[in-house]
Structure formats: structure tokens, C-alpha cells
């Protein structure tokens, strides 16, 4: 059973940082693409970044200039680096990977770790 590892979050205060991590469980497994989102409270989950094999990069407009999205391929690692964060940061951020598994493309989600931005 494949699973994605996080790790990384925490409490920072306003204008911190912080780098999330990702790791798929399985290295026999081909990554398509790999994506972060986020979920407030009482909001539904939200688009951040996305990196795919091609090695292009996408973002939400509302981290653009403040997050960067990273891959480590030897380690099968998807990072997330968050700089000049804001209160309204404040969330539960989620990996989401699609790979291809003994010739089946499947989707698989993180567990979620905590990043709360104090003010």
C-alpha cells in the first residue's frame, strides 16, 4: 500500500517560514505529478502548487512570489517551501500524488500536517 509521508509543519509566527516534506512510501512507483493543497477551517480544500514529470511548475495566485515547489527524485520527495507566511495561512496542508503503479495510474493523499501562522 502506497502512502505519502508529510512532515514539516508547525507554528511560526507572521513572516516565518517553513518547508514541508512529502515522501511516496514505494520507490517502485513512477511519479506523474505531485501537488500540495490546504484546508482552513470551515473552507473547503484549496489548490496550492503542483509539480509535474515534465519538471513544470503551477500555482495558485495566492502564493505565487511566497511558495516554492520542489522535487527530490532520487527520494521519491515533494517539498513545499513557504516563506513570508500570513495568518490566513493558517491550515491543514495536504500531499496529493498521481502515480503509476504496476501500470495503474492512482491518486493517493497525504495525511495533512498542521501549519498555524500567529499574528
Known amino acids: 500500500q502506497v502512502q505519502l509521508v508529510e512532515s514539516g509543519g508547525g507554528l511560526v509566527q507572521a513572516g516565518g517560514s517553513l518547508r514541508l516534506s512529502c515522501a511516496v512510501s514505494?520507490?517502485?512507483?513512477?511519479?506523474?505529478?505531485m501537488y500540495w493543497y490546504r484546508q482552513a477551517p470551515g473552507k473547503q480544500r484549496e489548490f496550492i502548487a503542483a509539480?509535474?514529470?515534465?519538471?513544470?511548475?503551477n500555482y495558485a495566485d495566492f502564493v505565487k512570489g511566497r511558495f516554492t515547489i520542489s522535487r527530490d527524485n532520487t527520494k521519491g520527495t515533494v517539498y513545499l517551501q513557504m516563506n513570508s507566511l500570513k495568518p490566513e495561512d493558517t491550515a491543514v496542508y495536504y500531499c496529493?500524488?498521481?502515480?503509476?503503479?504496476?501500470?495503474?495510474?492512482?491518486?493517493?493523499w497525504g495525511q495533512g500536517t498542521q501549519v498555524t501562522v500567529s499574528s
Open positions: 514505494e520507490s517502485t512507483v513512477s511519479i506523474i505529478a
Open positions: 496529493h500524488a498521481d502515480l503509476l503503479r504496476v501500470g495503474i495510474r492512482q491518486l493517493y
Open positions: 509539480f509535474s514529470s515534465g519538471g513544470n511548475t
